[in-house]
């Protein structure tokens, strides 16, 4: 993208961060980097013209063989992405995907792709929100086992259902995956209903200020007694 939603997460964080990103198209990693200068962010690094999945550049600096880490990521992928697989080298040299994930309809699996790469990305304290298509979480068959394996390691802490057509480049119902790698522990997997709570302006719908801070408070407080 053109770095729109790092610059929200940066803005919102508590303290300057570093800010690194990859956007497959040139052009929009160009417009990313001056939509960084413009809103007077100065520790950033926007790769482009390469797949983050097939092609990723940000490596470990002692070991280039490996991820490099990031405490904090947040991500819209393509909600459809048939050819995420381009130029993808197997087996995995950064150890995140197995032979089973392109056994069987590669082209549908790229959301499942983009969670196992932002994994292997995080620090072993790292968090991670990454927006999907609602379609994700309904898997089958050695699908599941992703889902089976994240659960089993306490890696995702909550699922935010958001209202449906809130986003221009799909009429799909959309959900945050909160991924959290923090020994700290939970119950469970917190699932928040945020679909009805929203306004329509000329036509479209927008999360108010409301709403987000309604997300965000039950978010923190863990609170089911208002679904």
């Given at each position: ?23 497959k198209s040139n052009s929009a990693a160009a417009l990313a980097r001056m939509n960084l200068w413009i809103h007077n962010k100065k520790d950033y690094e926007i790769a482009g013209g390469k797949s ?35 130029g993808l080298e197997m087996p995995d040299p950064y150890d995140r995907y197995d032979e089973d994930l392109l056994e069987t309809s590669p082209e549908k699996k790229s959301n499942y792709a983009w ?113």
């Amino acid at each position: 993208g053109t770095g729109s939603l790092l610059i929200w997460a940066a803005n919102r964080a508590p303290y300057t961060l570093s800010i690194y990103g990859q956007e497959k198209s040139n052009s929009a990693a160009a417009l990313a980097r001056m939509n960084l200068w413009i809103h007077n962010k100065k520790d950033y690094e926007i790769a482009g013209g390469k797949s983050t999945l097939a092609f990723p550049q940000f490596k470990n600096e002692k070991n280039p063989k490996s991820l490099k880490l990031f405490d904090f990521i947040v991500a819209h992928p393509p909600f459809v992405d048939k050819s995420w697989n381009d130029g993808l080298e197997m087996p995995d040299p950064y150890d995140r995907y197995d032979e089973d994930l392109l056994e069987t309809s590669p082209e549908k699996k790229s959301n499942y792709a983009w969670i196992l790469h932002i994994l292997k990305s995080m620090s072993s304290n790292g968090k991670a929100a990454i927006l999907l298509p609602s379609s994700t979480f309904f898997a089958e068959n050695k699908d599941m086992l992703i889902y089976r394996e994240l659960i089993d390691h306490n890696c995702i802490k909550a699922i935010i259902k958001l209202p449906i057509g809130l986003f221009s480049v799909s009429e799909s119902a959309a959900c945050i995956l909160v991924l959290d790698k923090e020994k700290i522990e939970h119950k469970g997997i917190f699932i928040i209903d945020a679909s009805r709570d929203y306004t329509i302006v000329d036509g479209k719908k927008h999360l108010r200020k409301r709403d987000i801070h309604k997300i965000i408070s039950t978010f923190l407080a863990s609170d089911t007694s208002n679904p």
